[in-house]
């Protein structure tokens, strides 16, 4: 069964970067469509980014120009590269199997996720 673990995530000042990286292990990404997702204090979950099979990409309208999601099927990862990283960025971020034909929509069990934090 398809497990995944976020990785990355720490504390970085206003207008740094960070490199998500979302590992799969016990089935293979290479059929399947990745979102990340982010949680914080006493807000909606919200969708970030997502990447289909085939590697096209939709991003969440407060991250598109900033953040840029790709994979490596080879490494059986998912990325979410992070520039230009704002407070408001901060939370838990969590990576999840979407229907990529469905807005995204995800479907599975959450993990741990990671923590982003973006401060000074």
């Known amino acids: 069964q398809l497990q995944l673990v976020e990785s990355g995530g720490g504390l970085v000042h206003p207008g740094g970067s960070l490199r998500l990286s979302c590992t799969a292990s016990?089935?293979?990404?290479?059929?399947?469509?990745i979102g990340w997702f982010r949680q914080a204090p006493g807000k909606v979950t919200e969708g970030v980014s997502c990447i289909s099979r085939g590697g096209s990409t939709d991003y969440a309208v407060s991250v598109k120009g900033r953040f840029t999601i790709s994979r490596d099927n080879a490494k059986n990862t998912v990325y979410l590269q992070m520039n230009s990283l704002k407070p408001e960025d901060t939370g838990t971020y969590f990576c999840?199997?979407?229907?990529?034909?469905?807005?995204?929509?995800?479907?599975?069990?959450w993990g741990q996720g990671t923590q982003v934090t973006v401060s000074s």
């Open positions: 016990g089935s293979t990404l290479n059929y399947v469509a």
């Open positions: 999840l199997l979407v229907d990529y034909g469905r807005n995204c929509r995800h479907f599975g069990s």
